[in-house]
């Protein structure tokens, strides 16, 4: 089935590192592809999502490409703040039957230090 | 909008009581879903339901869980009896069409 591997972490950085979380994905198809960050005791929020290939996704300095050639979405931020501590999953949609079945892979939880 | 509104947020209980775990999707959307997020295995599907029809509970782990939807704004998900490894953070999310799907809280299910 479908499956999505992540790096896991955890990872802390100094403000104003750069970032990046790496995300491969085994589908059959044509999926869609999602970021999505949880803030501590919070749900998961979506962060930015790519539907074809060579789509790039992009929200608050965080962006991620959709490669179809490596099945990869790798997740980067030029400059990461305190305030982007939060955990990120990298996921994608079988998009069937209309609605958004997300299959997850299993977070990475960044720290961001001043 | 309110968001998903899920109750309660903490939940404790024994092993053997029965848990009922509820959620108010955001109105209008049609697609509910409830994830099971643990340590161990990151967050699970569990079931889904369209136009308040359970469309794929492969995901349920066995027959103490059970989940309904008798209407488009609410649903429950029970375990009954509970046991300690049902121990995890409760996610139910709602969607409309092929939109993004929208989190609540969770619950925090402990069973001692």
């Known amino acids: 089935g479908d499956s999505v591997t992540q790096m896991e972490g955890p990872v802390t950085l100094s403000e104003e590192a750069f970032l990046t979380i790496n995300c491969t994905y085994t589908?059959?198809?044509?999926?869609?592809l999602f970021w999505y960050v949880q803030y501590p005791g919070e749900g998961l929020q979506l962060l930015l999502k790519?539907?074809?290939?060579?789509d790039k996704g992009s929200n608050k300095g965080f962006e991620a490409t959709y490669r179809k050639e490596t099945t990869s979405f790798h997740l980067e931020k030029g400059s990461v703040q305190v305030s982007d501590s939060a955990v990120y999953f990298c996921a994608l949609s079988d998009g069937q039957g209309g609605s958004e079945k997300l299959v997850f892979g299993k977070g990475m939880k960044l720290t961001v230090n001043p | 909008d309110a968001g998903v509104i899920q109750s309660p947020r903490h939940e404790v209980t024994e092993m053997g009581q029965e848990v009922t775990l509820r959620c108010k999707p955001i109105?209008?959307?049609?697609?509910l879903f409830w994830y099971r997020q643990t340590m161990m295995r990151g967050l699970e599907l569990l079931i889904y339901?369209?136009?308040?029809?359970?469309?794929?509970d492969s995901g349920m782990p066995e027959d103490r869980f059970s989940a309904k939807m008798p209407n488009a704004s609410f649903s429950t998900l029970k375990i009954q009896p509970s046991e300690p490894r049902d121990s995890a953070v409760y996610f139910c999310?709602?969607?409309?069409?092929?939109?993004?799907?929208?989190f609540g809280n969770g619950t925090r299910l402990t069973v001692t």
């Open positions: 339901f369209n136009n308040n029809v359970p469309i794929d």
């Open positions: 999310a709602s969607s409309f069409e092929a939109s993004p799907l929208h």
């Open positions: 109105s209008g959307h049609n697609s």
């Open positions: 589908a059959t198809g044509y999926p869609s």
């Open positions: 790519a539907t074809k290939a060579d």
